[in-house]
């Protein structure tokens, strides 16, 4: 069966599951946010690292940019995984003074620097202790600001411009092997748009959703479970490459490449199992 008509076959997931415990005492990020964070309501395939193994190419998305695909994000590259990260939504959404009026910012042309001098002028108290300023700071520290995925341009270097974020080292030829959403609505846009573009590329991308509620402490959790993830697929990719041509594996094609494409589901049940308060979805889409 065609990949590319994935939205009409059934998906692998699984049911809904308790929320995960708190993380460990001694976070900076104690305290729940006013509203949801992410503004959910509204050259190669793959890289080696410095010893020559393969590192596999993961991108991050949630609503925007800021809380759940920011963790993953830093948790990805503090591991040596080429990584990039992006939002959904039309706009850029943060908790405000109440739920009737969020701080609200386009994509792509806002830094992260830019949010946080403005949150720090309105009211500092609020929103250092509803955890924003804190997430902000974190966030500029790893790129200039959020992208929006919609936006992105598959398969365009991303050169001078990207070469200071966190995760850049490795992703200059801008393709993914593997794109990780952090909520279903997400999930449904990037494939979406993925159908939507036409395969230009005519190259296999896996995308996976590891639902994770919109707060700082389960945005930990997640990004934990999501590292988890990836190393169980950098594992497997590695075994296979081995076995097949590598040459076809850096192209998105070959029997190693099929070899591993056809193992993703049974890597992620084994993940799930690992994992059951992370519900899960996977589709293989097409740049």
């Given at each position: 069966?065609?990949?590319?008509?994935?939205r009409?076959?059934?998906?692998?997931s699984?049911?809904?599951q308790p929320?995960?415990?708190?993380?460990?005492?001694?976070?900076?990020?104690?305290v729940?946010?006013?509203?949801?964070?992410?503004?959910?309501?509204?050259?190669?395939?793959?890289?080696?690292?410095?010893?020559?193994?393969?590192?596999?190419?993961?991108?991050?998305?949630?609503?925007?940019?800021?809380?759940?695909s920011?963790?993953?994000?830093?948790?990805?590259a503090?591991?040596?995984?080429?990584v990039i990260?992006?939002g959904?939504?039309?706009l850029?959404?943060?908790?405000?003074?109440?739920i009737?009026?969020p701080?609200?910012?386009?994509?792509?042309?806002?830094?992260?620097?830019q949010?946080?001098?403005?949150?720090l002028?309105?009211?500092p108290?609020?929103?250092?202790h509803?955890?924003?300023?804190?997430?902000?700071e974190?966030?500029?520290?790893?790129?200039?600001?959020?992208?929006r995925?919609?936006?992105?341009?598959?398969?365009?270097p991303?050169?001078?411009?990207?070469k200071?974020?966190r995760?850049?080292?490795?992703?200059?030829g801008?393709?993914?092997?593997?794109?990780?959403?952090?909520?279903e609505?997400?999930?449904?846009a990037?494939?979406?748009?993925?159908?939507?573009r036409?395969?230009?590329?005519?190259r296999?991308?896996h995308?996976?959703?590891?639902?994770?509620?919109?707060?700082?402490?389960?945005a930990?959790?997640?990004?934990?479970?999501?590292?988890?993830?990836?190393?169980?697929?950098?594992?497997v990719?590695?075994?296979?490459r081995?076995?097949?041509?590598?040459?076809?594996?850096?192209?998105g094609?070959?029997?190693?490449?099929?070899?591993?494409d056809?193992?993703?589901?049974?890597?992620?049940?084994?993940?799930?199992?690992?994992?059951?308060?992370m519900?899960?979805?996977?589709?293989?889409?097409?740049?």
């Amino acid at each position: 069966m065609d990949p590319r008509l994935a939205r009409n076959t059934p998906r692998i997931s699984t049911p809904p599951q308790p929320p995960p415990p708190p993380p460990p005492t001694g976070s900076n990020l104690e305290v729940k946010p006013i509203g949801e964070l992410d503004g959910a309501n509204g050259q190669e395939a793959t890289s080696p690292d410095s010893r020559g193994s393969l590192k596999l190419k993961f991108c991050t998305v949630c609503a925007s940019n800021q809380n759940r695909s920011m963790e993953a994000h830093l948790r990805l590259a503090l591991a040596s995984y080429p990584v990039i990260s992006f939002g959904t939504g039309s706009l850029v959404r943060l908790p405000g003074p109440s739920i009737t009026q969020p701080n609200v910012y386009p994509f792509n042309v806002t830094s992260y620097e830019q949010i946080h001098s403005e949150l720090l002028s309105k009211d500092p108290r609020l929103y250092r202790h509803n955890g924003v300023l804190s997430m902000i700071e974190r966030n500029r520290a790893v790129k200039f600001g959020p992208e929006r995925w919609q936006d992105w341009a598959i398969g365009k270097p991303r050169l001078e411009r990207y070469k200071s974020d966190r995760g850049s080292k490795g992703f200059e030829g801008g393709v993914a092997d593997i794109v990780i959403t952090c909520e279903e609505r997400c999930w449904d846009a990037v494939v979406d748009n993925l159908l939507e573009r036409g395969s230009p590329l005519n190259r296999p991308v896996h995308i996976i959703n590891v639902d994770i509620r919109d707060n700082h402490e389960e945005a930990l959790v997640g990004g934990r479970a999501i590292l988890d993830l990836a190393d169980s697929l950098n594992a497997v990719a590695s075994e296979e490459r081995e076995k097949g041509d590598v040459t076809g594996w850096m192209n998105g094609t070959g029997e190693g490449r099929q070899s591993f494409d056809h193992r993703v589901p049974e890597i992620l049940a084994e993940w799930q199992e690992r994992w059951p308060q992370m519900p899960a979805l996977w589709t293989l889409g097409w740049f």
